[in-house]
Every structure is written in C-alpha cells, then in structure tokens.
C-alpha cells in the first residue's frame, strides 16, 4: 500500500490523474490516505479556504420525488413552505455571511424550475443584496432553460450550482421524476450563459464506495471545480429517513478520494457534516478546503463564528482575508 500511496503522489504531483481501480485500491488505506489527499490538496490548492452561505429561497411542494429531500409534496416532513423568502430576512442573512468574510452566496429554491414569476422574483430579491453586500452570487434552482439562465446571469449571478446528487448508475435509485442527464444539461447551458459550475453529491444514501468514485470521476470530466459533498442526513417521513448514518472513516474515505480524483478543485463540505460533532473539522485534514456556513436549506448547520474559528485553527486563511492582505 505504501508503494501505491507514493506511486499515486508522484503521478498527480507531475500533473497526471488516477484512474477508478487506483481510487478503489486506495481506500483501505486509512490516516494514510488522508494524509496524502492532505498533501495533495496543499500542493494544488495551497492553505486557501473556500466559504459559502445559503439562503432558502423558495421552499417546500416540490413536484419532485427525491427520496433525501424533506421539501418534496410527496414526503411528510413538516418542512415550511412559502413562494419566497421575505426579503429582510433574505438581507439580515446575507449582511451577517457578508460581515464574516463569506466570499459567495447562493440563493436556493424548491422545485423542478422556476416558473417567469420565480424568475422576477429572484431577480429583484438579488438586486436588493448585491446593492447591500460584497458577496458573489450562485444559484440552484432545479433544471433551467435559455430563458431562466439569461436572467439569472443579467441579475448577476456567476456561478450555477446544480448538483447531480449521485453517480450515472445510481441516481435512478434515487430519483424518478428528473434524470442525471437533465442535470447535465443544465450544468452545460450554465456554462455556455459564462457561469463557473457547482456540482457533487450526498454520500451515504446506499450508495457502494465504488459508486461514490464513480460520481467523482464523473465531476472531474464534466471539469467541475467546486464540489460540495453532502453527509445524507436521514430525515424522518423521507425513504431515506431510516438508513444508518455513515461513519467518520467512511466520510473521510470518500472526502480524500474526491480530492485524489479532483486535486485543484475545491473540495467543500456542505449538508450533514454537523452530525460528526467536533470530528467534522478532521474532513479538512483529509482533502477538503471548502464549506457552506451557517445553516442548511432544512436542517441547522453550526454556529458561524464558532465554525470558522475551527477552520482557521486548521491553518487555512479565507479567500477574502487573502484578496486583502
């Protein structure tokens, strides 16, 4: 195993990649792949972290039939509903990421689409918070057409985040209403409209490892660089609600084989990592050197100053503290 370790560093120091059999072998290997994917991410990505917030937008009847999701109309979950976040609300939000140094800010909405009245609605929702912030601006809005990307772009949005939520193979498994390909498409006309790309995935929904490095390799052709990985949380009245939660092991596994796969892209813990307790901040020891603040779209996240206090004790420094020094 140590011979494939230093075999795995020399080929991506020199600018090379790994293939699917080499991440696979490589999984077993424990603190020393952690340590390596450490390595790698400090070679490419040097000690600069990645911050990001998120608002929920719009929320709840969804017409989608994910089995994660507690924002589904075919899942009893209690999450709130509403056509639009009121817009205070939105700016108090915004206001304190932007105070903490957070560099960008996604605007999150429930849904397959947008409909034209969604579309104005969040146009003018995001006029009121770059007039009021430093923030960049992202969206994920479900899958989108010429029509939903041109505006979104005119109100000033730079990046689409559209996350493919597992592997090819796998996503039949979780969701029938919409396709892997269709989120790909999206991807690619978010490209085409001058947007960066956010896309990754929640492990831990059944999913095998090798499934898991499938969604990675899967990233990497599509030339992601920002990847958010989610730690499914089991939300009660979802299908998922009773599947055991992953271990720490098994997270940092997947964690550091993202970065083996993606080396110069940004890694970033989002959803779920507050159910490993302190133990959460190891993920950035282990290739990962990014995440989303605050709290989630249905779930709580951790406390912001607390959080990046953590992260900073790891020795990274955040992108806007960088752009100033």
């Known amino acids: 195993m140590n011979e494939l370790l230093q075999k795995t560093g020399a080929v991506l120091f020199s600018g090379g990649q790994i293939d699917r059999d080499t991440a696979l072998a490589l999984a077993g290997a424990g603190e020393a792949l952690y340590r390596l994917a450490d390595e790698v991410r400090r070679h490419f990505m040097g000690n600069r972290f990645d911050l990001c917030a998120i608002i929920n937008a719009k929320s709840g009847g969804c017409t989608e039939d994910c089995r994660f999701c507690a924002q589904s109309a075919r899942h009893h979950t209690g999450a709130a509903q509403y056509a639009i976040v009121d817009r205070n609300e939105a700016l108090d939000m915004a206001k304190a990421s932007d105070r903490h140094g957070v560099e960008r800010l996604g605007l999150v909405t429930s849904g397959r689409s947008l409909s034209a009245r969604t579309v104005e609605q969040l146009s003018g929702l995001l006029k009121a918070l770059r ?123 997947a964690i550091a084989l993202f970065r083996l796969i993606n080396p110069d892209a940004v890694v970033r813990m989002c959803g779920g990592r507050q159910q490993l307790g302190k133990a959460q901040y190891r993920c950035f020891s282990a290739g990962a050197n990014g995440a989303i603040v605050g709290n989630y779209l249905t779930t709580n996240g951790n406390e912001l100053a607390e959080d990046l206090a953590q992260i900073r004790a790891l020795g990274f420094s955040f992108a806007r503290e960088a752009a100033h020094a």
């Open 131 to 253: 007039a009021e912030t430093g923030l960049y601006f992202c969206s994920s809005v479900g899958l989108m057409d010429e029509r939903i990307a041109g505006a979104l772009v005119s109100s000033g949005v730079r990046r689409c985040h559209c996350n493919l939520e597992a592997c090819r193979s796998y996503f039949p498994r979780v969701c029938s209403t919409h396709t892997w390909e269709e989120k790909v498409a999206t991807l690619q006309l978010a490209r085409a409209h001058g947007m960066t790309l956010c896309s990754g995935g929640i492990i831990g929904m059944g999913e095998s490892l090798a499934e898991r490095v499938d969604l990675a390799l899967e990233l990497r052709a599509l030339g992601v660089k920002s990847i958010p990985v989610n730690v499914l949380t089991p939300i009660p009245g979802t299908p998922l609600g009773d599947v055991t939660p992953l271990t720490l092991d098994e997270v940092l596994t």
